[in-house]
């Protein structure tokens, strides 16, 4: 669908719920990282790019302090809350986190107030490509231009972080948010999530002859639930007991070093720490390819980097690991679980020429595994929220 359909189509529908059409409609993308992972939160780098795949947002401003929230896509009717009454963690749905944004806007000292909301997206949910982010991000972006705020596309990620964190109760980094918010058409985003200084690296892979491949397992195991939080909390010891302000300030070259001071921690610890330090690594390792425009040199890293997502931080799962087997069996370049993991999706580069062959061989060896067949399409590097109308 294209872009000025989907407008046409929630302004319609909030002129449907609300009785008059929108002020504006805006638009967030999805993400998938390319490499660098569960560094976020541990003050490290990320290069992720935004997909194609947006949520869009009609909304307008209302005289009082009512919200109204309603999603195209959930079988709910209208959401109606009072934007001034909001409180952290009293809902668990898909409201929260517009509503979220909102609490964080207001607790920030903006004057935002009341707002009908409609949207819609294309995210898939439950993939690891940030559906959560993009409905965040395309709030506080309409709310930001609605309400004249002036904030920048970084100040609007964090803001959208602390509602997930805060008041939906996600402990998050804001790679999701940032990448939603900042990225550009044609390019990853190689971020410090530090000081959120950012660079847009060209990723044209079609002028190269090659294709990133997005595989969403269409699974998600409950063993995930709560994981996230377990790692966080264990790179957060391995930070302490190093020292350091964040294992980002541990060196690679240093790292069997560290390992070593930590042999009084928990063996989860140690995995912990030693796949940030070298995820970080791979992240630098991955820009300086793209920098020498060695494109097709980066395979090899992302296929490190599933390793350790695999064996040291333990969040892949067979189907991911199939994804990656299957693939590079196939002849693809590299592959990698990206996101979260315990389900979700893979990254598979590989030649433009190969990846139809690459595609089918995946899904033959899901079916035969017995599991469900996955979802495959093209990450087209794309750009960050933005107004449609």
Known sequence: MSESVAADRVAREFRQLYGAG????????????????????????????????????AVSRRSDTVLRLHSADVPQGVVQLDAAGLA????????????????????????VGGAD?????????????????????????????????GLSGAEL???????????????CGVMDQMASACCTHGHALYLDTRDLSQRQVPFDLAAQGLQL?????????????????????????????????????VPYEELGAALGRLAGE??????????????????????????????????????????SLRDDLRVSC????????AAMAAGALGARMTGGGF?????????????????KAVTEAFATAGHMSPRIFPAIPSRGAHRLR
């Open 213 to 249: 491949l997005v595989v969403d397992t269409r699974v998600k195991h409950a063993l995930g639930d709560g994981a996230y939080a377990e790692r966080r909390a264990g790179c957060e010891a391995g930070a302490r007991a190093l020292g350091v302000g964040a294992l980002r300030d």
């Open 318 to 325: 067979p189907e991911l690991d199939l994804v990656v087997t």
């Open 266 to 307: 928990s063996e989860n610890v140690r995995r912990y720490v030693r796949h940030v330090v070298s995820d970080d690594h791979r992240v630098e390792q991955v820009i300086a390819l793209l920098d020498a425009g060695d494109v097709r040199a980066v395979g090899p890293v992302l296929v490190e980097g599933h390793a």
């Open 117 to 149: 909301i409609h949207l819609a997206s294309t995210v898939p949910t439950g993939a690891g490509l940030s559906s959560s982010a993009a409905l965040e991000v395309v709030t506080a972006l309409a709310l930001n231009e609605l309400y004249g705020l």
């Open 157 to 171: 990620a964090v803001l959208a972080q602390r509602a997930e964190n805060d008041f939906v109760g996600v402990p």
């Open 88 to 111: 952290p963690r009293s809902d668990s749905g898909w409201a929260a986190y517009p509503a979220g944004v909102v609490w964080a806007l207001r607790e920030a000292g903006h004057p």
């Open 343 to 359: 389900g979700g999706s893979a990254i598979v580069l590989v030649e433009e020429s190969d990846a139809d062959a690459t595609a």
């Open 22 to 57: 929108p002020e504006g409609v805006w638009a967030a993308p999805g993400r998938v990282n390319l490499i660098g992972e569960y560094t976020d939160f541990n003050d490290g780098f990320v290069m992720p790019l935004a997909l194609p795949h947006t949520t869009v947002a």
